[in-house]
């Protein structure tokens, strides 16, 4: 019988610790994420789950253990620099340059980075815009777009460079509830496209029906993982149990 060779994880941590100045954010974080996969991490604020996501795409560099991201070890100072063009990553603000379009906001890094010709860029941006439902507004200001639809540009630009993995840290805590169902709608329709993705959010119905696994952070730790239906409904931790009932009620 033939052995099933499992793939090579996407992303693998392994001892991965941080502090800022005296205050210890990560304690020795073991974690991976196959290709292909959600992985939703919630807790709350100041559990380090942010900090996770910035060590894994290359913002945050961490004080001890090793970091892999698509075969590239980000602990190698020398080597972290090769992580550009694999990640895409998506903030809470959507940082849009206001006097540049919708288009222009996508094409700025391809003409830029990847030295595209503004044609070959224009033409990836459009196909870009129009992943997540914005081609009619390619040539809208941010100041004429709602919050959602800016949200939507901003991971516009981040689809544009093709990359192999998604980052999103908290992309709908700063919009108004009824525009959050906008963009979580385009991550989900990333996920079912197969995106690798690794997302810090709040929205507990996006983490219950899209994620392949929750992980909740605690005081830097993991303290549970594990597919959406076992952490929501049976919860083996108190510090898990505590925080859901906590977040649901709201």
Do not use: C
Not at 194 to 217: N, P, Y
């Amino acid at each position: 019988m033939t052995a099933i060779v499992s793939p090579k994880p996407a992303i693998a941590l392994s001892g991965v610790s941080k502090s800022f100045g005296s205050t210890q954010v990560l304690k020795g974080i073991d974690l991976a994420v196959s290709p292909g996969e959600v992985l939703v991490l919630i807790g709350a604020s100041g559990s380090g789950k942010s900090t996770v996501l910035r060590i894994m795409s290359g913002l945050e560099i961490a004080d001890a253990g090793e970091i892999w991201v698509n075969d590239v070890p980000l602990h190698d100072s020398r080597r972290a620099k090769e992580i550009r063009g694999h990640v895409g990553m998506v903030f809470q603000q959507f940082n849009l340059f206001p006097h540049k379009t919708a288009l222009g906001n996508v094409t700025l890094a391809l003409i830029k980075a990847r030295k595209m010709s503004k044609a070959d860029a224009e033409r990836t941006a459009m196909a870009a815009l129009n992943r997540v439902g914005l081609a009619d507004r390619a040539g809208h200001y941010p100041s004429q777009l709602s919050g959602g639809q800016q949200q939507r540009v901003a991971i516009a630009r981040a689809l544009a460079v093709e990359p192999k993995i998604m980052f999103f840290d908290e992309a709908t805590s700063a919009l108004d509830p009824e525009l959050v169902g906008e963009v979580t709608e385009v991550m989900r329709e990333l996920a079912r496209e197969g995106m690798t993705m690794v997302v810090v959010t709040h929205e507990m119905g996006f983490a219950r029906k899209t994620a392949d696994r929750v992980v909740f952070m605690d005081k830097g730790v993991i303290a549970e993982q594990g597919a959406p239906e076992q952490i929501f409904v049976h919860p083996q931790n108190a510090r898990t149990q505590q925080f859901l009932s906590r977040v649901l009620e709201h």
